[in-house]
């Protein structure tokens, strides 16, 4: 049975990969952290630290403290926010990698869990069906870390058999927790606008299509990766992923059918540049191969699970 830490649990991602593991190994041995707290639901669900994931010393004191053998490091600064600090968004990136790998390296920890992100392609990438070995000419600063980082686990897996296992996710979209400041942010905030204004305006403009993600996925194909036997870990940079690839217009159409008045108009702003940089979809063949992956959710569902659950949340708002 694994000790848990996740960094960076307070996240979109982090808040539902808390309960997931807590759920499946019991609430003692998930250990979620970040710089900051989390939501009510995570705060009183288990235990709790704060720590800061580019403090190399404070990482491993409470890595020894609570006997932890697998890092999942969530904490990371995103694409929309970086392009506005990215120097401080390499030092976060690249930094708290480094110090999970090195505890790995030392045999502090067993395995680690490192996401990276469909950010890692550039202009110069095929754009549709994306292989997972292509040309990676990342023009932004979160791309250029992420490309990096795949790098550095690929370096540690191969110099000092660290057992890093990664996964390039793409948009993920939620209702439990606000999106951390993406270019994919638009696919939840649409819901909410849906729901609240009737109208929406995407900062990203028609015809933009992205891979896409659904959260429930994301965490299944996190948590399968992680179970996945270390041989079937074939590749150690970071597996392509793909669950749908959709425009702000399918996500209209997908919506119309519960609120037929629903109304979409645009207005890119600079994160149009940075899509238009990224796949339109990704091929995630390796991923099926090596340790059985596959998508469950297609548009027209996940919309009817987030304005379900969208409503109930601003109902109770309201009341
Ligand atoms: N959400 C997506 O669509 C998406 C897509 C591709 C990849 N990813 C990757 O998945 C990971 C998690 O993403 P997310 O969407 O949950 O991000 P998020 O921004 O929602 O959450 C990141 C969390 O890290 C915490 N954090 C920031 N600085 C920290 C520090 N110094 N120490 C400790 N914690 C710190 C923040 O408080 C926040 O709770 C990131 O590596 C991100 O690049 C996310």
Not at 53 to 74: N, P
Not at 290 to 319: C, F, P, R, V
């Amino acid at each position: 049975m694994p000790n848990i830490l996740i960094i960076g649990a307070c996240g979109q991602i982090g808040t539902e990969l808390t309960v997931a593991l807590r759920d499946r190994y019991g609430k003692d041995a998930v250990i979620a952290s970040d710089i900051r707290e989390g939501n009510e639901e995570l705060m009183q669900a288990g235990p709790f630290e704060i720590l800061d994931a580019t403090d190399s010393a404070a990482i491993e004191k409470i890595v020894e403290k609570h006997q932890i053998t697998d890092v999942y490091l969530m904490a990371a600064m995103l694409s929309a926010v970086a392009e506005k600090h990215p120097l401080k968004a390499w030092d976060l990136n690249m930094n708290s990698l480094l110090h999970v790998l090195n505890l790995a390296r030392d045999k502090k920890i067993e395995k680690v869990f490192w996401p990276s992100s469909i950010a890692v392609f550039g202009p110069t990438t095929p754009k549709d069906h994306t292989p997972q070995r292509t040309i990676m000419e990342p023009t932004t600063v979160y791309g250029i870390s992420k490309q990096a980082g795949e790098r550095w686990c690929e370096y540690y897996f191969n110099k000092y058999g660290v057992d890093v296992r990664s996964i390039r996710y793409p948009g993920l979209i939620s209702y439990k927790t606000l999106p951390g400041g993406g270019t994919t942010d638009y696919a939840v905030d649409i819901y909410h606008k849906a729901l609240t204004d009737g109208q929406y305006t995407s900062f990203l403009d028609q015809g933009t299509y992205l891979p896409m993600m659904y959260m429930d996925d994301a965490i299944h194909a996190t948590i399968s990766i992680m179970d996945a036997d270390r041989e079937a870990v074939k590749i150690r940079s970071s597996y392509n992923l793909s669950g749908m690839s959709f425009a702000p217009e399918d996500m209209e159409v997908s919506i119309q059918k519960h609120i037929p008045d629903f109304k979409l108009d645009y207005n890119p702003d600079f994160r149009q540049d940075i899509a238009d940089t990224w796949p339109n979809s990704v091929d995630d063949s390796a991923a099926q191969e090596d340790w059985g992956w596959s998508s469950k959710i297609a548009l027209d569902e996940m919309t009817e699970i987030m304005l379900t659950n969208l409503k109930s949340y601003y109902k109770k708002e309201s009341l």
